[in-house]
């Protein structure tokens, strides 16, 4: 027994295995004990004697397995070594140790190669949590701890900075801290923060804050972002990581749950990328001040995929989500509302007022109840925003997305206004044409955030990816310093270009050969001598080596 206790002090998920009835279930097991004390004598079954058992294992989060289960996943442990389960399993009454063979079979997901992150279950007070953003303010990081150690297999995986998020309780992922720096106390006793100029004066020079286990300062963490989540996530945006957390344990009170964000919360995860000052100020934009946006940059610099992960941020359902795309023939008719020719049977063609996609979007929000300040964001995306002749597709909504609480009589309806809750994002290719171009009294109307091609965007990409071009980010730095001096910064070749999982030199070419030259060759048109000059031997020549 000693084995198993100090397996569970360890912070190490210690697992108990019951058949009978056939069926199988498997519990966690938080203490091993040879002596019952009075508190928990009162959850003993009353068909057991106290005095009959030999120890008493406190038991949670009990999941029903498949019965061949144990069989294709352990072996048992005996004195004469590794011994197949279906011969212990015959020995009614019996208890014996268990190896999981395969850690590949913990549980019942495939191991991700995302980024590995921390479910933390802590009671942190939002003053608590208030005075941590203030110290963020003023010394650039808070730090705190917990009563746990990181476990030894994930050690390695934890590669500052990652995310931990904060269960405030009913599996509500309330909030997200980008952790810089982790240490640990090296034995059970504690230790005081290692950076005791950002920690709370409560926590100051504290190895443990009371008696139990539970208030022992093991590990410490040093945050330097501390963001909100408007939705709060849950447990099912993530898959637990094989070998270091099940399901039911990614949300408990004396360990860290290990877990990735699933595949579809990743493709959403703008946060990966970009930097987290320039979201925040995207967020306060739309959010606030300014519920019209526009994302501009070259080709390439992932301005749709970041305004639909930014709406699907905001907004509580895909349906709340509307996508159109501007182009030199759309029409006022197709945005807001128009006549449009239809045909009636014996009647022939008649004109009837038909609503565009603005007009839809807010009789869907009045139908549903969802009009006013308090009520839940509707977005509707607009890619290419540019493309469009803005003035004669707008029309009076020049005047509205102003003044958002007066209402203005339409071509062909009654008084209109703009709700509170209807947020606009829009994209504009600056190699299209420049926003400096945008009629200004539109380009007043629209807070402009900038995306640029960015290194530092790939080489987080490829940090959990493969890529055989070893000096891709110094080509690619080296392409769009060219572009600059030739043109300017809105004819550049941005990073989601690159962004291919296994990137090699085939895949390279056939990039630069159909999508990146034929750019160039659009950005000097009518100039065919200075786009010679462009290669793709120049920027990645085989055979260079750099540090990625």
Same mark, same amino acid.
């Given at each position: 027994?000693?084995?198993?206790?100090?397996?569970?002090?360890?912070?190490? $998920?210690?697992?108990?295995?019951?058949?009978?009835?056939? %069926?199988? *279930?498997? !519990?966690?097991?938080?203490?091993?004990?040879?002596?019952?004390?009075?508190?928990? &004598?009162?959850?003993?079954?009353?068909?057991?004697?106290?005095?009959?058992?030999?120890?008493?294992?406190?038991?949670?989060?009990?999941?029903?397995?498949?019965?061949? *289960?144990?069989?294709?996943?352990?072996?048992?442990?005996?004195?004469?070594?590794?011994?197949?389960?279906?011969?212990?399993?015959?020995?009614?009454?019996? @208890?014996?140790?268990?190896?999981?063979?395969?850690?590949?079979?913990?549980?019942?997901?495939?191991?991700?190669?995302?980024?590995?992150?921390?479910?933390?279950?802590?009671?942190?007070?939002?003053?608590?949590?208030?005075?941590?953003?203030?110290?963020?303010?003023?010394?650039?990081?808070?730090?705190? *701890? /917990?009563?746990?150690?990181?476990?030894?297999? =994930?050690?390695?995986?934890?590669?500052?900075?990652?995310?931990?998020?904060?269960?405030?309780?009913?599996?509500?992922?309330?909030?997200?801290?980008?952790?810089?720096?982790?240490?640990?106390?090296?034995?059970?006793?504690?230790?005081?923060?290692? /950076?005791?100029?950002?920690?709370?004066?409560?926590?100051?020079?504290?190895?443990?804050?009371?008696?139990?286990?539970?208030?022992?300062?093991?590990?410490?963490?040093?945050?330097?972002?501390?963001?909100?989540?408007?939705?709060?996530?849950?447990?099912?945006?993530?898959?637990?990581?094989?070998?270091?957390?099940?399901?039911?344990?990614?949300?408990?009170?004396?360990?860290?749950?290990?877990?990735?964000?699933?595949?579809?919360?990743?493709?959403?995860?703008?946060?990966?990328?970009?930097?987290?000052?320039?979201?925040?100020?995207?967020?306060?934009?739309?959010?606030?001040?300014?519920?019209? #946006?526009?994302?501009?940059?070259?080709?390439?610099?992932?301005?749709? /995929?970041?305004?639909? =992960?930014?709406?699907?941020?905001?907004?509580?359902?895909?349906?709340?989500?509307?996508?159109?795309?501007?182009?030199?023939?759309?029409?006022?008719?197709?945005?807001?509302?128009?006549?449009?020719?239809? !045909?009636?049977?014996?009647?022939?063609?008649?004109?009837?007022?038909?609503?565009?996609? @603005?007009?839809?979007?807010?009789?869907?929000?009045?139908?549903?109840?969802?009009?006013?300040? $308090?009520?839940?964001?509707?977005?509707?995306?607009?890619?290419?925003?540019?493309? %469009?002749?803005?003035?004669?597709?707008?029309?009076?909504?020049?005047?509205?997305?102003?003044?958002?609480?007066?209402?203005?009589?339409?071509?062909?309806?009654?008084?209109?206004?703009?709700?509170?809750?209807?947020?606009?994002?829009?994209?504009?290719?600056?190699?299209?044409?420049?926003?400096?171009?945008?009629? #200004? =009294?539109?380009?007043?109307?629209?807070?402009?955030?900038?995306?640029?091609?960015?290194?530092?965007?790939?080489?987080?990409?490829?940090?959990?990816?493969?890529?055989?071009?070893?000096?891709?980010?110094?080509?690619?730095?080296?392409?769009?310093?060219?572009?600059?001096?030739?043109?300017?910064?809105?004819?550049?070749?941005?990073?989601?270009?690159?962004?291919?999982?296994?990137?090699?030199?085939?895949?390279?070419?056939?990039?630069?050969?159909?999508?990146?030259?034929?750019?160039?060759?659009?950005?000097?048109?009518?100039?065919?001598?200075?786009?010679?000059?462009?290669?793709?031997?120049?920027?990645?020549?085989?055979?260079?080596?750099? &540090?990625?």
């Amino acid at each position: 027994m000693k084995e198993l206790t100090d397996q569970i002090g360890r912070g190490t $998920d210690t697992f108990v295995f019951l058949q009978g009835g056939g %069926a199988l *279930w498997r !519990a966690n097991l938080h203490e091993v004990a040879s002596v019952l004390n009075s508190t928990d &004598s009162q959850s003993i079954p009353s068909y057991y004697s106290p005095k009959d058992c030999a120890a008493f294992l406190r038991l949670s989060n009990f999941e029903r397995l498949p019965t061949d *289960w144990l069989n294709r996943n352990a072996v048992g442990l005996t004195r004469g070594g590794p011994t197949p389960i279906a011969n212990l399993l015959a020995s009614q009454g019996t @208890l014996f140790y268990v190896q999981l063979a395969s850690e590949g079979n913990i549980v019942e997901v495939a191991e991700s190669n995302g980024p590995l992150c921390l479910i933390g279950s802590g009671r942190m007070t939002p003053a608590q949590l208030e005075e941590a953003a203030k110290l963020i303010d003023t010394t650039g990081s808070w730090s705190h *701890w /917990w009563s746990f150690a990181i476990k030894p297999k =994930a050690v390695n995986r934890l590669k500052p900075p990652f995310d931990l998020y904060l269960n405030t309780g009913g599996d509500r992922l309330e909030y997200r801290f980008r952790v810089d720096a982790l240490t640990e106390s090296p034995d059970a006793d504690g230790m005081t923060s290692p /950076w005791p100029n950002s920690t709370l004066s409560a926590f100051q020079d504290k190895t443990r804050v009371g008696a139990k286990r539970s208030e022992v300062c093991r590990t410490w963490i040093r945050v330097g972002v501390i963001e909100r989540l408007n939705p709060p996530l849950s447990t099912k945006n993530f898959d637990p990581v094989v070998g270091l957390s099940t399901r039911a344990t990614l949300l408990h009170q004396t360990t860290f749950g290990y877990a990735v964000k699933n595949a579809v919360d990743q493709e959403n995860r703008v946060d990966l990328y970009l930097d987290p000052l320039l979201i925040d100020q995207i967020l306060a934009a739309v959010l606030g001040s300014s519920p019209q #946006i526009v994302l501009a940059g070259p080709p390439g610099t992932s301005k749709t /995929w970041v305004a639909k =992960a930014i709406a699907k941020r905001i907004t509580d359902s895909p349906s709340a989500v509307r996508m159109v795309q501007f182009h030199p023939n759309y029409t006022y008719e197709a945005f807001v509302e128009g006549l449009k020719p239809v !045909a009636k049977d014996g009647a022939g063609i008649q004109f009837e007022l038909t609503p565009g996609v @603005l007009i839809e979007t807010v009789r869907d929000m009045e139908a549903n109840g969802h009009i006013g300040p $308090d009520a839940p964001v509707y977005v509707i995306l607009i890619d290419e925003m540019n493309r %469009a002749n803005l003035a004669r597709v707008f029309g009076e909504l020049m005047y509205l997305f102003e003044y958002r609480d007066e209402k203005l009589r339409l071509q062909y309806s009654d008084s209109f206004s703009l709700p509170p809750n209807l947020k606009f994002i829009a994209t504009m290719n600056t190699a299209d044409r420049s926003i400096r171009s945008i009629d #200004i =009294a539109l380009r007043r109307r629209f807070d402009v955030f900038e995306l640029s091609p960015d290194h530092e965007i790939l080489e987080k990409y490829f940090a959990t990816r493969s890529c055989e071009i070893l000096n891709l980010i110094s080509g690619f730095k080296k392409l769009n310093e060219d572009l600059k001096t030739q043109l300017d910064r809105h004819h550049c070749i941005g990073h989601a270009f690159f962004m291919r999982d296994g990137l090699d030199r085939g895949l390279l070419q056939g990039l630069w050969d159909r999508k990146i030259f034929p750019l160039i060759e659009e950005y000097f048109f009518d100039q065919p001598d200075i786009a010679g000059q462009f290669s793709i031997e120049k920027y990645w020549p085989v055979g260079a080596s750099d &540090s990625h």
